[in-house]
């Protein structure tokens, strides 16, 4: 441990320790929350603080935020930054947030040698219209589909995104609900 972090932890505790004489009695805590829907799913945010305009304002400016995270992440609405780059195979300018996530989950995937990969969306797609005429998607289709995902065939640059192959597609259902809640907290 270096002399700065252990005198930083020594400073810390002793202002746990001693500081609770020193602090201000905290009034009752507000309490408010928001319930919406969000990224395909029920979301929920709560906050306290001893103001309740504080409450007020912490709680919009989460809900904006995850308006904002989802109408770049989206794959249910069509605009999205994310359902452009699925439907015309590159995203020019692409939102930092989506850079963010995109670098996080080439890092996950790096580290579980795919076994984490983002680029599943046509796998996704074979099963769902599969699914929808009653049946399990034959090996044909699943050997096509597993042809369009590869983490690695997926570029992210601070001005482009783009797939490396044809009929590729990404879903950031497994990483972006946790990026917003990271980003709201």
Known sequence: MKRRQLLRLSLGLGALAGGAA??????????????LL??????????????????????????????????????FDPASALSRLNREGRLASPPEELLAVLRIAHEVSRESRGAF??????LW????????????????EVAAARARVDWRALD??????????????????????????????
């Open 125 to 140: 797609e074979a099963f769902a219209a599969a699914q929808r005429e009653g049946r399990l998607p034959d090996a044909r």
């Open 22 to 35: 020193l602090a201000p009695a905290v009034t009752a805590l507000h309490w408010g929350r928001r319930d």
């Open 117 to 122: 990969d983002v680029t599943v969306q046509p």
């Open 38 to 75: 969000g990224f395909g799913t029920t979301l929920s945010l709560q906050a306290g603080h001893e103001h309740e305009a504080v409450v007020e304002r912490a709680l919009d400016e989460g809900v904006a935020l995850l308006r904002r995270i989802e109408a770049q992440m989206s794959l």
């Open 156 to 185: 992210a640059r601070r001005r482009l995104v783009r797939f490396d192959a044809p009929g590729m597609a990404v879903t950031l259902n497994g990483i972006a609900q946790g990026y917003a809640a990271d980003r709201v907290r």
